[in-house]
């Protein structure tokens, strides 16, 4: 089936600087969602993108629908230690999304920043 | 605001138990699923229902089973836990159908540890 790959598996910044991570498949996908898990949460969608080349901002965060429609790019700006947790990207196949249709998820990067 | 809630946060539970994790979700979502979420393994699909009293395998079924009785309550159950159970649980929902979808709802999880 698809696969989302992420790497590495965790990642060490220091507050104040920028982080880029980014999500990629051998296959083409129609959508792709960026998530975050706060430590001891649920993953909560932080970013949405529909076609590709869109660039979509959520405050610090910008996110990036790959040209060629297998791969996204986040991008955490200013980091603060708030954005600790685990990333992960996801994404759908499919344009509607039927009985059996579940999303893909990568397997998520833990981010650390340090103070 | 809307919700995926879960009733527990944590649970300790002992080998050979049987096990009831309970989910609710007050948004009208036709798909509910159960994923359990170990450290550097991801998210992985236990099991689904995309209507009242339909179910469908996801990954890794073995030793789980599901309830769903009711479209707003999705239960998981571990008929014998064992320790190799032990894990974060986690409870989504989403609708089904749309064409521009915003993912999964996710509930706060529950971390099991089976002794």
């Known amino acids: 089936g698809q696969q989302l790959n992420q790497s590495p598996q965790s990642m060490f910044i220091q507050e104040g600087e920028d982080v880029s991570m980014n999500c990629t498949s051998s296959s083409i996908f129609n959508t792709w969602l960026w998530y975050k898990q706060d430590p001891g949460e649920g993953p909560v969608l932080l970013i949405a993108?529909?076609?590709?080349?869109e660039l979509t901002s959520n405050g610090r965060l910008t996110a990036q629908f790959g040209i060629t429609r297998k791969d996204s790019f986040l991008n955490i700006s200013a980091s603060i230690p708030s954005d600790v947790g685990i990333y992960f990207c996801a994404g759908w196949t499919e344009y509607y999304t039927g009985a059996n249709s579940k999303l893909t998820f990568g397997k998520g990067i833990t981010l650390s920043v340090r103070p | 605001d809307v919700k995926v809630t879960q009733s527990s946060r944590y649970l300790v539970k002992r080998t050979g138990e049987k096990v009831f994790l309970e989910c609710v979700q007050d948004?009208?979502?036709?798909?509910m699923f159960w994923y359990r979420q170990d450290p550097g393994l991801g998210l992985r699909l236990i099991y689904f229902?995309?209507?009242?009293?339909?179910?469908e395998k996801g990954d890794i079924p073995e030793g789980y089973s599901v309830s769903r009785e009711k479209k707003e309550r999705f239960s998981l159950i571990l008929e014998s836990a064992s320790t190799n159970q032990t894990s974060m649980y986690l409870c989504a929902s989403s609708f089904r159908g749309m064409v521009l979808n915003y993912g999964y709802t996710f509930g706060s999880g529950t971390r099991l540890t089976v002794v």
């Open positions: 948004m009208d979502h036709e798909n």
């Open positions: 229902s995309y209507d009242v009293k339909m179910k």
């Open positions: 993108l529909y076609k590709a080349g």
